[in-house]
Nanobody, 123 residues
């Protein structure tokens, strides 16, 4: 089981980035997955969760700016990030197999599998 993130980088405030998570070693079509982030000195926080059903939940701080999507045929999950703010600067992680429902998982990031992360820096 492997999750590999890509798409991070440096961008000016107001800009956009698209993160991708490539999954392998498991059938992810029915699995709850999500994006999380951790800034230096802060706890890891949930950004967006997508259920196996396709239902999504977002952290209040990114609603209206970020969009999570999943391609079950390709076993990939993306996070489109628009209107980025300096406060969005963090290491972003994708994860799969939520131990709880989506809303709870945003607050309690208990998932089975995690990627290594990709850095997003907004200046």
């Amino acid at each position: 089981v492997q999750l590999v993130e890509s798409g991070g980088g440096s961008v000016q405030a107001g800009g956009s980035l698209r993160l991708s998570c490539a999954a392998s070693g498991y059938t992810y079509s029915s699995v709850c997955m999500g994006w999380f982030r951790q800034a230096p000195g802060k706890e890891r926080e949930g950004v967006a969760i997508i259920e196996g059903s396709g239902d999504v939940v977002y952290a209040d701080s990114v609603k209206g700016r970020f969009t999570i999507s999943k391609d079950n045929a390709k076993d990939t999950m993306d996070l489109q990030m628009n209107n980025l703010e300096p406060e969005d600067t963090a290491m972003y992680y994708c994860a799969a197999d939520c131990q709880y429902g989506a809303t709870t998982t945003l607050r309690r990031p208990l998932l089975t599998w995690w990627g290594q992360g990709t850095q997003v820096t907004v200046s």
